[in-house]
């Protein structure tokens, strides 16, 4: 992840598994590199003094960006992200996800009880807009299918589900600077290798892009 100011980036590194996973933090060129210690999935605060991450055996956390000041924030939570104003940590856990508010410390959900009632999972992989409006997730629903969906924070009705299916498909989804598209890696009926797909939240219909050099690749 880069930083707001786009001079540091942030990521983690493993031998294989989150259990072994650390935090690393350098400059955008790739000097200054230091060890933050365990965790994956780094998420910076807007003014990059902050990181939120998920530690095995622990939960989401939150530490300085030089690695001191270990917090709990969340034990039965898994996957976390800062929202680019930095005004937002989200984090998801069962059938939710939770904002807390990094100015008063309040807490709430984002998807109403009613809702999240119909959810299994949401995924730790979701997306904030660039506005830091709306997150799209990928949930796991108990009818048995599999959807992204777009929800804005400032409201807590229904969210707009932009894709569903059946069969499973990755996590790992992205929701543009304006909060318009969601991407996200999928496979399709016409072939047995990922593609991109491009989801108009607006749309019922989704746009499929493939980059040919990637077949190659599986």
């Known amino acids: ?90 984090f998801a856990g069962g059938n939710n996800i939770t904002l807390l508010d990094v100015a008063t410390g309040k807490r709430r959900k984002l998807l109403n009880e009613e809702y999240a009632a119909q959810v299994s999972m949401v995924y730790w992989n979701f997306s904030w807009s660039g506005d830091s409006r709306s997150i799209a997730y990928k949930a796991g629903l108990k009818s048995g299918v599999f959807a992204v969906q777009v929800q804005d924070i400032a409201t807590s009705g229904v969210p707009k589900t932009v894709f569903s299916d059946p069969q499973y498909f990755p996590e790992d989804l992205s929701l543009s600077p304006d909060g318009k598209t969601v991407a996200i890696p999928a496979f399709t009926p016409e072939r047995t290798w990922p593609t991109f797909m491009f989801i108009d939240r607006d749309k019922s219909e989704p746009q499929f892009s493939f980059l040919e050099q990637f077949r190659n690749w599986i």
């Open 1 to 90: 992840e880069w930083s707001a100011d786009g001079k540091r980036l942030i990521g983690d590194t493993s031998q294989g598994g989150v259990e072994t996973s650390r935090i690393l933090l350098m400059n955008a060129d790739g000097l200054n590199l230091k060890d933050l210690g365990p965790g994956c999935m780094p998420s910076l605060s807007a003014d990059a003094s902050e990181v939120v991450f998920s530690q095995p055996s622990m939960g989401v956390m939150k530490m300085k960006s030089d690695g001191t000041k270990r917090e709990l924030l969340e034990r039965s939570a898994w996957g976390v992200q800062w929202s680019p104003d930095g005004r937002t940590i989200a």
